[in-house]
């Protein structure tokens, strides 16, 4: 993994950093190295998630889903940190059989049960707090399509939960397969436990080079110039301190897509405090290049641009053509040109004096996205330091949570709040 933080240097970008803030800021950095360190090793709430490379067993994993595995389709019930690892997962190994519920939407929800071959699908219910609204209204939803389809879906489902609660007790009263959510580790930092692994190891995949990703990148030095997770984590907070409060990522390859969205969650649910935090911002290369690019090169000056790019492709020749304005695309590969619009964007921001990051991944597949997600697990951590920050809670979800569970069940002091709305509706 190899993070180039070149364009957000001051003498190029604003805002940027200079090279005597971040060697100011790598002073501080030592510092919120030894806190995460003592985390580490003390297996303290949060920082326990960055020894889930150690801790997490493959071979525990794929003995557990035995008698499920080799299934044609998983479908995943679950939200958030929940679904999203293994969404992030199965996409990066192209895996196109691993389906999620993590949305209450009635259409899509009755749409995938009914297109899904019910008797090859395998149900994962995930949920850290076995509590969670929307994952269990999926559950109850889905048990009923297999019972409707006459699938026994005892037979089908694995659970993965923390020791008690609703669903351990559903698993121990059917016997189903369970995996433990592993103690210390909030569900946006567990893509690399059961939690995201468990659908990967159903389809039958190997999951531990995943794992091994992950490993190459949990050596930490106290120095952001010799740890890419810090370098990344610092220069993102330095950013924000200059102005740079909205963050876009914008991986080059489609299969990097679902990873915006599970960077979103870690992002803002881990560092959106106390009036701080950059706001995290989705898009894609190089589709995305003609719509939001507009947007960052022309803006407002308050966005870093987070490029993510795989050295090597999937090679792909575009035929040669005797249309004369197409001739200088014959002969060239999709490859090479998915990542001449990757150097020609970073290029244009450059020039604009927009604020930019590369991140290079050897390719896409199981031990690149495990170290891609380590290593912005790494970097929210440190951010999390730097701005003094509470990064493993998620208090400011909470109201809306309570408000809904008001307006469905017993009315409680949020759901009232929900009537007294200011309204001055235009028809
Ligand atoms: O795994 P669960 O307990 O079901 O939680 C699922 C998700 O819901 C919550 O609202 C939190 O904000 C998320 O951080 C969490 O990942």
């Known amino acids: 993994m190899k993070i180039d933080i070149g364009n957000a240097l001051a ?23 030894d806190r995460i360190e003592r985390g580490r090793r003390d297996d303290e709430f949060g920082y326990a998630a960055l020894n889930l490379p150690e801790t997490t067993d493959p071979e525990a994993i794929t003995e557990a889903v035995d008698p499920v595995a080799g299934a044609e389709y998983v479908l995943v019930v679950g939200i958030g940190g929940s679904a999203l690892g293994a969404a992030t997962l199965a996409e990066a190994l192209g895996d196109s059989r691993v389906l999620t519920l993590d949305n209450v939407d009635p259409r899509e929800v009755s749409e995938v049960l009914s297109l899904l071959p019910l008797d090859e699908t395998v149900l994962n219910v995930v949920s850290r707090s076995g509590t969670t609204a929307e994952t269990l209204a999926n559950f109850l939803v889905a048990r009923a399509a297999f019972e409707e389809a006459d699938v026994d879906w005892t037979d089908r489902t694995v659970v993965t ?24 580790v909030p569900g946006r930092f567990s893509a690399l436990s059961s939690v995201g692994l468990v659908p990967l190891a159903v389809r039958g995949h190997d999951i531990a ?38 963050n876009a990522m914008l991986p080059y390859a489609e299969s990097l897509d679902s990873f915006g969205e ?25 589709t995305d290049q003609h719509s ?33 304005d197409l001739a200088y695309l014959g002969g060239t590969g999709m490859d090479d040109l998915i ?14 004096n927009r604020p930019s990051v590369r991140v290079e991944l050897d390719r896409v597949d ?26 493993f809670t998620q208090p400011a979800v909470e109201w809306g949570k309570n408000a809904t569970r008001g307006l469905i069940g017993e009315s409680n002091e949020e759901s009232a709040a929900v009537a007294e709305k200011t309204r001055l509706v235009v028809e």
Request: with cysteine.
């Open 209 to 246: 080079p995943i794992l091994d990703g992950a490993r190459d990148a949990a050596d930490l030095s106290g120095s952001l110039y010799e740890t890419p997770g810090y370098a990344y984590g610092a220069v993102a907070y330095a950013l924000d301190a200059r102005g740079a409060a909205v």
């Open 11 to 33: 003498d190029v970008a604003s805002p940027g950093v200079s090279r005597a803030a971040l060697d100011r800021l790598d002073d501080r950095v030592e510092a919120c190295h």
């Open 339 to 352: 990542d001449a619009e990757f150097e020609a964007t970073e290029a244009s921001l450059a020039a604009a």
């Open 161 to 184: 939960t923390g020791d008690s609660g609703p669903l351990r007790d559903l698993a121990d009263d059917h016997d189903l397969p369970a995996l433990r959510v592993p103690d210390g």
């Open 366 to 391: 199981g031990r690149g996205i495990g170290e891609l997600l380590y290593t912005m697990e790494v970097a929210c951590v440190l951010a999390g330091e730097l701005y003094g920050v509470e990064t």
């Open 262 to 286: 599970w960077f979103a969650q870690l992002w803002a649910e881990s560092l959106g405090k106390d009036g701080l935090g950059q706001l995290p911002a989705r898009a894609l290369g190089a």
């Open 292 to 324: 939001q690019l507009q947007r960052y090169r022309a803006g407002p000056a308050n966005t870093l641009v987070t490029f993510v790019r795989p050295r090597e492709r999937t090679s792909l020749p575009i035929p040669e053509t005797d249309v004369d």
